[in-house]
């Protein structure tokens, strides 16, 4: 790449962020920022809020693992990690039930009421490191297109993405997000149909969707283990959740099911991308895309760079603006305060500081894989909590013994305590496999036991103990 190229590259990052915070409506008050509602306080319509959890999660790190996945097993690759975004029909259709039967304003306070301070403590805990991992392993992606892992040029780039997106996350909150997710959507969808222009006619369609093997070792283990996460997974996620509750419940849910098919497919698309490294014989690499974007030309890598700052900020955005709700709302409703003095600014401010922060790991190099299958794992004991909840009036110990056993097992996974006799066949997945599988088990049983001896608690009884 020349000189000139580079600059051209550089300045690239600068021209979005400031285009992105031209374009972003400002928060005038907590529904804005807090809520995504508009200077009217009416929500975000419903394509407005489809568009925006489309894209919000097709983040940087996942179309890069789904490409890195295609290099490795073939389209099998690309399915497994596709499988993911079942997860969003499954969390619309949850939410929709908690909304409509249970009264749920929303997850934190839902938890409260149904296992206590405790649990919704544990929740807000867990959603800290989830929003912690989705800013390294996004700003990484986007630093991998300037640089290698660990350059001064990959570090440089991946901060001032993150202080491009920051600038403009800071003047709307989630109302900022919203509206320009739907920018950054339609940005995402048509750089992705010129890069598969360039990348498709060269074996064709059938030879990309015929590559790769249906076995256990071939990546089918990792299929089954999303499947299996689906269960869990979007519920530790508050970039997805907090979106389920901010239009009526059937809006929501009709925005959730064709986001999730919409992004199914998205996520199996680019995967090709992979698919098409492995046929032309490409050693396989932690960025996937970047290597075959190295072989398109100058316009091919804009084009590739370009799908992944747009996917990536959509991430980001969503990211700040719902650590800022996290932080200056549900925490300090935990703690038994109804409200902050200034909530806004509060938000504000722990974005600032997540936004350093956050970035720590990609300084350090860590692999932006671990971020989707070693936290998945960890909150496996999440799938009985809320898709068993209509059986509980109220169980604290249901919670805890669900919620902490997909935890433990977690942490053991990622320190290699896990005993290799729980692995299911012989890939690269199967101890994770058979750690899931065995774990969602122990999980259900464990949430289930104090229902069996105990009963049905009243909400009454179970407040005052």
């Not at 990309?208 to 299929?223: M, R």
């Not at 942490?411 to 305590?417: D, M, P, W, Y």
């Amino acid at each position: 790449m020349s000189d000139m190229q580079g600059v051209f590259f550089w300045a690239f990052l600068v021209v979005f962020g400031v285009v992105m915070y031209w374009v972003s409506p400002r928060a005038r008050d907590e529904g804005g920022f807090f809520r995504g509602h508009d200077e009217a306080g009416r929500p975000a319509s419903e394509w407005a809020l489809m568009m925006s959890v489309f894209i919000s999660w097709i983040f940087a790190k996942s179309v890069t693992n789904a490409a890195n996945l295609g290099a490795a097993y073939g389209i099998v690759g690309g399915l497994a990690y596709a499988a993911y975004w079942l997860s969003i029909p499954l969390a619309g259709w949850v939410i929709y039930r908690l909304r409509t039967q249970e009264g749920a304003a929303g997850l934190v306070s839902f938890l409260v009421g149904k296992y206590g301070r405790g649990a919704a403590l544990a929740f807000s805990l867990a959603i800290l490191v989830r929003l912690f991992n989705e800013v390294w392993s996004n700003t990484a992606v986007v630093g991998g297109y300037y640089g290698e892992g660990g350059s001064s040029a990959f570090i440089a780039a991946a901060l001032l993405f993150t202080a491009a997106v920051l600038f403009y996350s800071l003047k709307g909150g989630l109302r900022s997000s919203i509206f320009t997710d739907v920018i950054q959507a339609v940005v995402f969808v048509l750089f992705l149909g010129l890069t598969l222009l360039w990348v498709v006619p060269t074996h064709g369609p059938a030879r990309l969707l015929s590559e790769g093997s249906f076995a256990l070792g071939a990546g089918v283990d990792l299929l089954l283990v999303a499947l299996l996460q689906v269960l869990s997974y979007p519920f530790h996620d508050p970039v997805l959740t907090d979106r389920g509750f901010v239009t009526r419940e059937k809006t929501m849910l009709r925005a959730f099911i064709v986001a999730g098919v919409l992004g199914f497919f998205a996520i199996l698309a680019f995967s090709l991308v992979g698919v098409h490294a492995r046929l032309e014989g490409l050693p396989p690499s932690g960025n996937v895309p970047a290597d075959v974007a190295r072989m398109l030309g100058v316009a091919g890598f804009f084009a590739m760079a370009v799908v992944m700052i747009s996917s990536a900020a959509s991430t980001l955005d969503s990211t700040f603006s719902a650590l800022s709700k996290s932080v200056a709302h549900d925490l300090p409703q935990l703690a038994g305060r109804d409200g902050l003095r200034r909530p806004v600014l509060v938000g504000a401010v722990a974005m600032g500081l997540f936004a350093v922060v956050g970035n720590l790991p990609m300084i350090a190099g860590t692999d932006i894989l671990k971020a989707t299958t070693i936290s998945g794992t960890m909150v496996i004991g999440l799938a009985p909590v809320f898709l068993l909840a209509r059986r509980v009036a109220y169980s604290p110990l249901s919670f805890h013994l669900s919620f902490w056993t997909g935890m433990s097992l977690g942490v053991l996974l990622a320190a290699g305590q896990i005993p290799s006799v729980w692995a299911i066949g012989e890939g690269k997945y199967a101890l994770l496999l058979g750690t899931n599988l065995y774990g969602l088990v122990l999980c259900f049983a464990g949430f289930m036991v104090p229902l069996a001896f105990g009963g049905r608690r009243s909400t009454q009884a179970g407040a005052g103990a």
